[in-house]
């Protein structure tokens, strides 16, 4: 497992930010986001869905519960990449992807919020 670089999305809500461990008083939430990849490649129009699973910690974890995001709910986030990968018994590489998330920021109801790490 290694660390990549800082990435920046503008993503759909795909699952519900969930506690999923809370350990020495520190709140781990996890929830999956959608990104849409448009492209124009020899006049031909193509659009493919990434999916990445997103863990926010401490006060932004804190914060995306009280949130109360729904599914489909516009994000744009801001974290590091966190890239795991192996290579099955044909050789195959296979990667997952994920982003831990420095801060969140979100347009629901016409009132933009902001969350970010302190």
Same mark, same amino acid.
């Given at each position: 497992m290694?660390?990549?670089?800082?990435? !920046?999305? !503008?993503?759909?809500?795909g699952s519900v930010p969930e506690?999923?461990?809370e350990m020495c008083g520190h709140k781990l939430v996890r929830f999956i986001i959608a990104v849409v990849d448009r492209r124009i490649d020899n006049n031909r129009y193509s659009?493919?869905?990434h999916w990445y699973t997103v863990n926010a910690l401490g006060d932004t974890a804190e914060m995306l519960l009280e949130s109360g995001l729904r599914i489909c709910d516009t994000i744009t986030i801001s974290?590091?990449?966190?890239?795991d990968g192996n290579r099955d018994?044909?050789?195959?590489?296979n990667y997952m992807y994920e982003i831990i998330a420095e801060s969140v920021s979100?347009?629901?109801?016409?009132?933009?919020?902001?969350? !970010?790490?302190?």
């Open positions: 290694r660390l990549g670089g800082h990435v !920046e999305f !503008e993503a759909r809500i506690l999923v461990n659009q493919y869905t974290g590091r990449w966190v890239i018994v044909l050789g195959n590489s979100m347009a629901k109801d016409s009132c933009a919020r902001n969350y !970010e790490v302190a």
